[in-house]
């Protein structure tokens, strides 16, 4: 499983980082994707959405996110 870490970056960053990642990822691949707001566990899970990906979504004890995305 890939993973990137995109905690600190601001919007639209971590969606930029994670479309360059999912368009690299092939079908059943799962991506990792840590964040550290609100705004961009919500703007990531919109994209994966939208891909046609399944998203999980945890949060850590830190208070970051951290986005389980697998491409069908």
Not at 8 to 15: I, N, R
Request: include cysteine; aromatic fraction near 2%; proline fraction near 3%.
């Amino acid at each position: 499983m890939e993973r990137i870490d995109c905690r600190g970056l601001s919007c639209p960053l971590p969606v930029v980082e994670t479309r360059k990642h999912l368009e690299r990822l092939s079908s059943g691949g799962k991506l990792e994707v840590l964040v550290d707001t609100g705004t961009a566990r919500d703007n990531v899970s919109r994209l994966a959405a939208r891909e046609g990906c399944d998203v999980e979504v945890r949060e850590t004890e830190d208070e970051e996110f951290i986005l389980t995305i697998t491409k069908k």
